[in-house]
């Protein structure tokens, strides 16, 4: 099915990363780990992490400063600001308020949503929806995440794989814009999925309405995350590619038509894998899961910014976003910058 044109596009982009940063080497003094391993495994070689003082809010606003500035969008035009994390500031209330406060936006619906890795994804979905109602113009969207705090520090297995950090994007409608290469600019295609069969794998035990927190489930790092890698990682390669063909043929385009893809940051083996089952150029990937890790919701957006900043994805370039994480949820999206 053929999308006659596209409702919202990207006015502007924008990120923040914290300024200290976490060598596997370092890692290795904490856990029984190595730099060889982790890199060998996952791609990463460092990953950026926040001071005590930081919370989720002050990394979301400084991105979201970045993307109005680059969109040329005063704060006080955000019609809809929309949060994607599963590290708030505080469980009540949303981390969106304390961002919607920071920037100094006018009194808008701002919230959270979590969708984990696949966050920024379902955030596009949304926006671009509210977009095609006219119910709004102008929709900041925020991936951010501050997984150092969530991370168990004693357990290899997962703290080697996080970072923290943020990436924003300004939605507006796509109207007649044209790229300098003759492209109509804008969201595509959209397609997002979530299924709780391996709600467990990557997940958080205590500390919400099930398991409310207690000193023994802390002594038993039961409120930080635990994760079943290899469940993840099969269905990951699985449904970033499915997710991928659809929002493909619902834009009526080929792998060939894509100039970038901007894979979720998760592991290089996985992207690998996934973009060879789609059949595409693994020159037209983009990467940087070496300097960041896994940065979650945060990871598209982070990825996306820097490309554009660095002049590697220009105006006109077609990209393919492509996320997938705890719930399991999952989701893609097809731009035209
Ligand atoms: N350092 C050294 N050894 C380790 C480490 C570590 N950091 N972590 C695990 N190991 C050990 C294991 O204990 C195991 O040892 P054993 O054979 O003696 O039991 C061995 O390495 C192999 O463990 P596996 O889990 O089989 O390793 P695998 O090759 O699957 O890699 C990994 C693990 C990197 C987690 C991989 O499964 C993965 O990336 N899965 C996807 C998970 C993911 O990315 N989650 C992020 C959130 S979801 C998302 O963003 C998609």
């Given at each position: 099915?053929?999308?006659?044109?596209?409702?919202?596009?990207?006015?502007?982009?924008?990120?923040?990363?914290?300024?200290?940063?976490v060598t596997n080497d370092e890692l290795s003094t904490y856990v029984d780990t190595s730099d060889a391993w982790i890199q060998e495994r996952t791609?990463i070689r460092q990953?950026?992490?926040?001071?005590?003082?930081?919370?989720?809010?002050?990394?979301?606003?400084?991105?979201?400063?970045?993307?109005?500035?680059?969109?040329?969008?005063?704060?006080?035009?955000?019609?809809?600001?929309?949060?994607?994390?599963?590290?708030?500031?505080?469980?009540?209330?949303?981390?969106?308020?304390?961002?919607?406060?920071?920037?100094?936006?006018?009194?808008?619906?701002?919230?959270?949503?979590?969708?984990?890795?696949?966050?920024?994804?379902?955030?596009?979905?949304?926006?671009?929806?509210?977009?095609?109602?006219?119910?709004?113009?102008?929709?900041?969207?925020?991936?951010?995440?501050?997984?150092?705090?969530?991370?168990?520090?004693?357990?290899r297995t997962?703290c080697v794989l996080?970072?923290?950090?943020?990436?924003?994007?300004?939605?507006?409608?796509?109207?007649?814009?044209?790229?300098?290469?003759?492209?109509?600019?804008?969201?595509?295609?959209?397609?997002?999925?979530?299924?709780?069969?391996?709600?467990?794998?990557?997940?958080?035990?205590?500390?919400?309405?099930?398991?409310?927190?207690?000193?023994?489930?802390?002594?038993?790092?039961?409120?930080?995350?635990?994760?079943?890698?290899?469940?993840?990682?099969?269905?990951?390669?699985?449904?970033?590619?499915?997710?991928?063909?659809?929002?493909?043929?619902?834009?009526?385009?080929?792998?060939?038509?894509?100039?970038?893809?901007?894979?979720?940051?998760?592991?290089?083996?996985?992207?690998?894998?996934?973009?060879?089952?789609?059949?595409?150029?693994?020159?037209?990937?983009?990467?940087?899961?070496?300097?960041?890790?896994?940065?979650?919701?945060?990871?598209?957006?982070?990825?996306?910014?820097?490309?554009?900043?660095?002049?590697?994805?220009?105006?006109?370039?077609?990209?393919?976003?492509?996320?997938?994480?705890?719930?399991?949820?999952?989701?893609?999206?097809?731009?035209?910058?």
């Open positions: 099915m053929n999308r006659p044109a596209p409702v919202s596009r990207i006015l502007g982009t924008g990120h923040y990363l914290p300024e200290k940063i791609g990953r950026h992490v926040a001071e005590p003082a930081i919370a989720t809010s002050d990394m979301a606003a400084e991105a979201a400063k970045r993307a109005l500035e680059a969109a040329g969008v005063a704060a006080s035009e955000i019609d809809l600001i929309l949060v994607a994390t599963v590290t708030p500031d505080h469980q009540l209330p949303a981390t969106a308020v304390f961002v919607q406060q920071k920037i100094g936006a006018g009194p808008v619906p701002s919230l959270d949503l979590a969708a984990a890795c696949a966050g920024f994804v379902y955030g596009l979905t949304i926006a671009d929806q509210f977009i095609a109602s006219g119910a709004a113009k102008r929709v900041l969207v925020i991936g951010v995440e501050l997984l150092s705090r969530i991370l168990d520090w004693k357990d997962t996080f970072g923290d950090g943020a990436g924003a994007v300004i939605l507006g409608p796509a109207e007649e814009s044209t790229a300098a290469n003759g492209k109509r600019q804008g969201l595509l295609a959209t397609h997002i999925q979530s299924d709780a069969t391996l709600a467990q794998s990557l997940w958080i035990p205590a500390g919400g309405t099930r398991l409310p927190i207690t000193a023994a489930l802390i002594d038993e790092a039961e409120n930080k995350v635990h994760m079943k890698g290899q469940d993840i990682f099969k269905v990951a390669v699985k449904n970033l590619f499915s997710s991928s063909k659809k929002v493909l043929e619902k834009s009526g385009l080929g792998p060939d038509d894509i100039d970038w893809i901007c894979p979720h940051q998760a592991n290089l083996r996985i992207i690998d894998s996934a973009v060879n089952m789609l059949g595409a150029d693994k020159e037209k990937v983009l990467v940087n899961i070496d300097r960041v890790g896994n940065t979650s919701s945060a990871s598209i957006p982070i990825l996306l910014d820097e490309s554009i900043r660095s002049g590697k994805v220009k105006s006109g370039d077609t990209v393919l976003m492509c996320a997938l994480g705890a719930g399991i949820s999952w989701g893609a999206a097809i731009v035209t910058i």
